[in-house]
């Protein structure tokens, strides 16, 4: 059974064009991650929620946001996205932080055309 | 800066083989650990963690050693299989990071040869 689910798996967008990645998860964890991973890369934190508290990682471009509506769905949005956003986008939870295991979506394929 | 390492990037081992991944980290404050699996087109998958009070942890064919002396992670996987083929990254977790960010190493990928 799907914990952590992604949707779309693939997006193709515009250069420039505003996208939103999809994340929801069935586990009722408190924390919601968003990763970038680029090729043959380890994946790189963007933000994530403690609840409703978001948290920005200080390297993160402004062109990324993301919305928490609910303990179960979170989304990325991009706002202006550049070439060099093409990427696997992970969503992860974990029930509380620090010490729990992190449990990843399958992943969005971006493509930036 | 901290980081975790890997000392090797690739691993090509024969089928049937035990499959041992190295993970050097620097961040003394780490007290939790984990391995992660990520196959091609994927997300990274929990293999096993282990926390710094332990120094061993087995799991399904998979056993993760941790040596806080000289910081150092390795994870060892029994009877090695062309399905274990991926990306292993190790990934620590300092004391520091209430918000659990994980530091990933830069990954191995095993290949298995049947």
């Known amino acids: 059974d799907a914990m952590v689910i992604q949707n779309p798996r693939y997006q193709v967008t515009q250069f420039g064009k505003p996208v939103t990645l999809s994340c929801s998860q069935t586990l009722n964890h408190n924390v919601m991650y968003w990763y970038q991973q680029k090729s043959s890369q380890a994946p790189k934190l963007l933000f994530h929620y403690y609840d409703k508290d978001f948290n920005n990682e200080a390297d993160t471009p402004d062109n990324f946001q993301s919305r928490r509506p609910n303990t179960s769905f979170c989304f990325l949005d991009i706002r202006s996205p550049g070439l060099g956003d093409a990427a696997m986008y992970l969503c992860?939870?974990?029930?509380?932080?620090?010490?729990?295991?992190?449990?990843f979506g399958p992943g969005t394929r971006l493509t930036v055309l | 800066g901290e980081s975790v390492g890997l000392h090797l990037p690739t691993l090509s081992v024969q089928e049937g083989d035990n499959s041992i991944i190295n993970c050097a980290y620097s961040?003394?404050?780490?007290?939790?650990f984990i391995w992660y699996k990520q196959e091609s087109g994927k997300g990274p998958q929990f293999i096993i963690d282990i926390r710094s009070n332990m120094d061993k942890r087995q799991g399904q064919r998979v056993t993760v050693l941790l040596n806080k002396t000289v910081k150092h992670l390795s994870l060892q996987i029994a009877a090695t299989q062309p399905g274990d083929s991926a990306v292993y990254f190790c990934?620590?977790?300092?004391?520091?990071?209430?918000?659990?960010?994980?530091?990933f190493g830069q990954g191995t990928e095993l290949s298995v040869k049947p």
């Open positions: 992860a939870t974990s029930r509380t932080g620090r010490t729990d295991t992190q449990y």
């Open positions: 961040n003394s404050a780490s007290d939790y």
């Open positions: 990934a620590e977790n300092p004391l520091y990071n209430q918000g659990g960010k994980l530091i």
